[in-house]
């Protein structure tokens, strides 16, 4: 970019900056003229009288009256003529002001879009978007004025001059005398006037300051009685202020008053100096006139030049400072985001990475001499610690970020060279913070297909409105391209039409696990039938079927149906008394305490006292709830009955009524409170407002409101009706006519299973799958969860079918077994193609063509069974850093305490943190002492000891790259023992205030110190319980004597809620063969996968427990509201689950024909029978 303002406006409007120029330049002998008809005015048409007349005007003979009137009007022609030379410049300079700020904002878009990643960590999205959109917006007026406004108004200036010279030189002298004055101590003094005025802005910031601060110490100002203090401290400040003011006034209206007499000291020479010449015959009164008729018109001027002289020095500096934020190093360049159509030439060869690096911000290496070779069909994992240079590697060869020394290059081309045509349509990267646009899943999923319109189509392309568009945007050098048009490229993916899309669509979900997540999604929505014709009939067919399944497996308890004379307690109150949806505004749920009916219903059914007190106690409840949490936190969509914007209005609320009591709340407010309980839903929110004799007087309310409805208003709801599509409800509560039981469990999953399984029968999936895909996600796609966010993310990248896929630790929100399961379908699905796996752990490296291990930056390629092999020569033990810091995050990134943190993130901890060195047999700190820090172990041994009656007792030794005492950091408990230098010992002391300080400020470590602390006591159950014989060593699940327990306690609490469980055994026929013919080893590895299908066919509350050599045990627990368990729906999933072979080594085991089940309910009959059987 250009680095001076003037250079860049004449580069982008050189040449209607000349026009502007030309039509000041012509305008200006008008405006002469303009001043001298005055003149002429009264010397010769109204001191006629002295002269002949008539006058010869242009060959006409007129007489005085006549010849006045002909000048009055060539004045008011030529006033008009510059009039209109004056509306086109400012419209024709603004006009062109808007082009080149849209050019320049275009152009900064694009250049964020080159941005190196690690730029956006020194710049905020607030200083971008503030950077591109309000700091731009002042330059938009300048570029129009550069050159045109001083020409201008600096023109209108000299001919005013000029025309006072000419009628007297000494009129003229003094008319200008003057101005250099001005020019000179007017922005001097203005110049101070500025200074106090930042001065007061900085002040009054930091009284802002001190009152938050203030306010957040207020118990402590109560409790040291320092509120005089206090308000010392605040008189003082306000001091400073006030006299900051008074200062700034005085000079302000100092200003003012210069400005005024010098303004009028000119026309004081005017008068005493032209009077005199007048009267001495010198001067005509005409001319004196005319120049103070011109006088009164140079002041507008000179301000303008002024103004123009301060926006043009802002403007400057203002255009410097956004072209240097806009210029950072390592820009990727212009050459990558070059247009390319049509198909992308493959690339063949091998990804071959010489001597690669990648230098930090900080100085650091986190890629420091990689060398390696890989082939782009290969599937690759990348493993390494968290701060080791895992990520940084894959995103070089993702191409995020362009490596600081080396080569990375694939087939015979550099990889850096390449532009994103290549790079964005044969890659994919995805890594755990991809970005999510606003707008529907779909629009999510068909991002990556978006290079360029490949269809504008002929409606759009040939519209008026099109090509104004476009003309338009070329002036402003803007894209042509047709956001509206078709931009997905079906060629690239293997598709033909949009319905070959939607199954793609689908299959990418399905791979993803997200497939069933569309599905409820859809479920919720609430969608016009006339939008999907098929749908409405395929809902009532759904309907139909629903209630007979319900029916006949006795799971009618689990779904509350829509019952004109029931009230609907999984309905919230407003569909209650409506019995039906609003369809419009006229019955916004919203609002229906400003409806004028229903306050009237609620008026005659006695109800409108109790809606009031009602809403107040809801709104105290969301007050006290909702207050402390941001704006923008998503708990107010999920949860909240008020908005964040609206909190304070009823905090308001409550405290007026609180003090003078409901009755005092104005008509609006009260409004507002009853509101509130329409939005309730009595078993979701359990608050105890809607009870029994509530709820019938709420059907009265019903009742009432139905038979008084007028009729112009029944438009308005779609009310319940067994026989017909509701198109205000969503898609469940159509199917279902009616809510799921809230409060009783896995109600929403056993109906949930239900509603899936018709939904497939009649066919309807791959419609309501579309609906679902329609789903906004949000903004930054808000409105999914994290792990629904990651998912897409993946999908997204699948879809586009890439010859090589990075995935960069993308699916950190899902638990272990889903990650699992989501890599072997990734695997399958880029079969044939290359897969890059970025991970932290070595789970699937067995899985993997080759393995890199990075470490400190360096890269070394592992065997599977994780031994390493050298690359190169230079790929030998990482050199020292040289950074005692840098050792130190080192060996924090090693610890899993700390795993979770990035690179810097460790540095800084270990910069906060002290190094202490201890001697041999000195202390560190003794059992029961108070725990403050914990140690981090850079050199040395140390001796852990316990008291016992014998005396001290060495327990452990600790050693480099241990910690010690972390619990220190968690919590506040003595030291359960004493830690004692086994030699000469360097730690690192690390203290729990400033780490507390950091988990508070960082999520993400907090959820990974969450999830390590859960292993830790995961582990030490598992081993406490194994211990006492209770789990099963080989594969974890409760053995005979622990299912034994639960089946006592199960039967117990089944006889309460009368309701019936079931044992299933599985049994396995000739296991005594596996026995003899495999090892341990393998035996093991069968059971595991034996165990691990089983599992994936239950449910949470059901338990799977391992019997020994005769099999495996399961116990289906009876969901609440279900008499009995339908056993033969979950033997039918297992016998699924066991279809397919087992490998124990080479060989194939068929359980499909070994695994047999047997059930048997547990009921007070059978009780006996099955605890015999195991």
């Known amino acids: 970019m250009e680095t001076s303002i003037f250079r860049y406006v004449l580069k982008y409007s050189m040449r209607q900056q000349v026009i502007l120029l030309l039509m000041a330049a012509i305008s200006f002998p008008f405006l002469y003229m303009s001043l001298d008809i005055p003149k002429t005015i009264v010397n010769k048409a109204i001191s006629g009288a002295q002269s002949g007349f008539p006058k010869n005007f242009f060959g006409f003979e007129l007489e005085q009256i006549p010849y006045l009137m002909t000048l009055c009007a060539a004045f008011i022609v030529l006033v008009s003529i510059n009039g209109a030379f004056k509306y086109f410049i400012n419209i024709y300079r603004s006009i062109l002001g808007e082009r080149v700020m849209r050019r320049l904002r275009f152009q900064l878009i694009e250049r964020v879009m080159r941005f190196p990643l690690h730029h956006f960590r020194n710049l905020s999205q607030g200083e971008i978007v503030a950077l591109v959109t309000v700091e731009t917006e002042s330059l938009g007026g300048f570029f129009g004025d550069a050159f045109s406004l001083p020409a201008y108004q600096g023109g209108i200036l000299l001919t005013l001059i000029g025309f006072m010279f000419v009628q007297d030189s000494t009129l003229g002298m003094a008319a200008i005398i003057l101005y250099p004055v001005q020019g000179y101590v007017i922005p001097k003094l203005q110049r101070k006037v500025n200074a106090l005025a930042k001065e007061r802005v900085r002040t009054s910031r930091k009284l802002s300051e001190r009152i938050s601060e203030m306010t957040s110490g207020v118990s402590e100002i109560h409790a040291h009685d320092t509120a005089h203090y206090e308000l010392a401290d605040f008189s003082n400040r306000l001091g400073v202020i006030f006299n900051i003011r008074n200062e700034l006034f005085r000079r302000k209206f100092f200003i003012k008053f210069l400005n005024n007499f010098l303004a009028q000291l000119t026309p004081f ?254 479920l919720q929505r609430i969608v016009n039938a006339d939008d999907y014709p098929a749908l409405a009939e395929g809902v009532l067919k759904a309907r139909a079927v629903i209630s007979e399944q319900l029916k006949n497996q006795g799971l009618t308890g689990l779904v509350e149906v829509f019952d004109k004379n029931l009230f609907n307690s999984n309905a919230s109150v407003a569909k209650n008394i409506l019995f039906g949806t609003p369809v419009d505004s006229t019955f916004d749920i919203e609002k229906m305490g400003e409806n004028p009916h229903v306050l009237a219903v609620l008026e005659k059914v006695g109800l409108t006292d109790d809606f009031l007190r009602i809403g107040h106690s809801i709104a105290g409840l969301m007050v006290e709830l909702f207050m402390g949490l941001a704006p923008d936190h998503e708990f107010f969509e999920r949860f909240s009955f008020i908005d964040s914007d609206d909190l304070p209005d009823f905090q308001r609320i409550i405290s007026q009524a609180a003090a003078d009591g409901l009755k005092s709340l104005e008509a609006r407010d009260q409004a507002r409170l009853i509101d509130l309980p329409f939005k309730m839903i ?304 360097t730690v690192l002391s690390i203290s729990k205030d400033i780490f507390f300080k950091y988990i508070q400020e960082n999520s993400t470590v907090s959820a990974g110190l969450t999830r390590l602390i859960a292993k830790r006591l995961e582990a030490l159950m598992r081993k406490v319980l194994g211990t006492n014989g209770m789990y099963d060593e080989r594969t974890g699940l409760p053995n005979r004597d622990l299912l034994k327990d639960r089946i006592k306690f199960l039967a117990s609490a089944n006889k309460r809620i009368e309701c019936v469980s079931a044992l299933i055994l599985i049994n396995i026929d000739d296991f005594h063969t596996l026995n003899e013919e495999f090892s341990d080893a393998q035996k093991n590895e069968f059971l595991i996968d034996v165990a691990r299908r089983l599992k994936g066919c239950l449910r949470e509350a059901d338990t799977l427990a391992y019997l020994e050599n005769s099999g495996f045990g399961i116990i289906a627990n009876a969901p609440a509201g279900v008499p009995k368990v339908d056993t033969d729906i979950i033997k039918k999933r297992l016998a699924g689950a066991m279809s397919t072979p087992s490998m124990i080594g080479a060989k194939e085991i068929n359980l499909e024909n070994m695994v047999h089940f047997h059930s048997y309910p547990l009921d007070e009959k059978n009780l006996s029978l099955a605890l015999d059987l195991l």
């Open 269 to 522: 020479f005017f008068f005493s100096i032209g009077g005199y010449l007048v009267i001495d015959g010198d001067l005509t009164l005409g001319a004196l006139v005319a120049v103070l008729a011109a006088y009164k018109d140079v002041s507008g001027p000179w301000k303008e030049l002024l103004t123009y002289y301060q926006r043009m020095e802002d403007n400057k500096i203002k255009y410097e400072q956004i072209v240097n934020q806009f210029e950072p190093p390592g820009m990727f360049d212009e050459a990558h985001m070059e247009l390319r159509k049509g198909p992308t030439e493959p690339i063949e060869g091998k990804l071959v990475a010489s001597n690669l690096s990648l230098e930090l911000s900080d100085g650091n290496k986190a890629v420091d001499g990689a060398s390696f070779s890989l082939d782009t069909s290969e599937h690759v994992a990348i493993i390494g610690s968290g701060s080791g240079g895992r990520s940084e590697l894959a995103r070089m060869i993702a191409r995020q970020v362009l490596p600081s020394g080396g080569k990375i290059s694939v087939g015979s081309k550099n990889l850096t060279a390449l532009p994103n045509a290549v790079i964005g349509r044969l890659f994919a990267y995805v890594d755990q913070e991809s970005y999510i646009r606003s707008g529907s899943i779909m629009d999510a999923l068909l991002y990556g297909l978006k290079h360029y319109p490949v269809d504008n189509g002929s409606t759009v392309a040939d519209s008026e409105d099109h090509r104004k568009k476009a003309e338009e945007s070329a002036l402003s050098g803007n894209s042509l391209f047709d956001i509206d048009a078709e931009w997905v490229d079906f060629e690239a993916i293997g598709v033909k039409n949009h319905d070959e899309l939607m199954d793609r669509a689908i299959e990418v979900m399905r791979v993803v696990d997200m497939e069933d997540e569309v599905f409820q999604i859809a």
């Open 682 to 985: 009595p078993a979701r929110h359990h608050l105890d407002m809607i009870d029994g004799p509530m709820q019938k007087r709420i059907l009265d309310a019903r009742r009432v409101f139905f038979e008084t409805l007028p009729e112009d208003m029944r438009s308005s709801i779609a009310f319940f009706d067994a026989e017909t599509y509701n198109p205000a409800s969503r898609i469940q509560d159509n199917i279902l006519f009616g809510k799921i039981v809230g409060g009783k469990g896995e109600s929403a999953a056993r109906i949930g299973e239900l509603l899936a399984e018709v939904i497939d029968e009649l066919g309807l999936r791959k419609m309501i799958l579309k609906i679902g895909l329609d789903f906004d996600v949000g903004i930054a796609g808000k409105r999914l969860s994290s792990a629904q966010r990651q998912k897409l993310s993946i999908a997204r990248c699948l879809l586009k079918r890439p010859k090589l896929l990075i995935y960069n630790q993308a699916a950190t929100s899902l638990d272990a077994d889903s990650q699992a399961a989501v890599f072997n379908r990734i695997k399958m699905e880029m079969k044939g193609n290359g897969l890059i796996w970025v991970d932290d752990q070595n789970n699937f490296t067995n899985k993997f063509d080759h393995v890199l291990q990075v470490e400190r930056g360096k890269v070394k390629e592992t065997t599977k069974t994780g031994g390493v092999r050298q690359l190169s020569e230079s790929e030998t033990e990482p050199a020292p850093t040289g950074s005692e810091l840098d050792e130190e995050a080192g060996v924090l990134a090693k610890i899993p305490f700390f795993a979770e943190m990035e690179r810097s993130q460790l540095k800084l901890l270990a910069f906060t943190a002290e190094r202490l060195e201890f001697e041999k047999n000195q202390f560190l700190f003794m059992q029961g002492d108070t725990a403050k820090v914990a140690y981090m172990i850079l050199k040395g041994t140390v001796d852990i000891l316990v008291d016992s009656v014998e005396g001290d007792r060495a327990v452990a030794t600790a050693g480099k790259g241990e910690l010690i005492g972390e619990l220190a950091l968690l919590c506040d408990v003595p030291r359960t023992a004493s830690v004692r230098a086994g030699s000469h010992v």
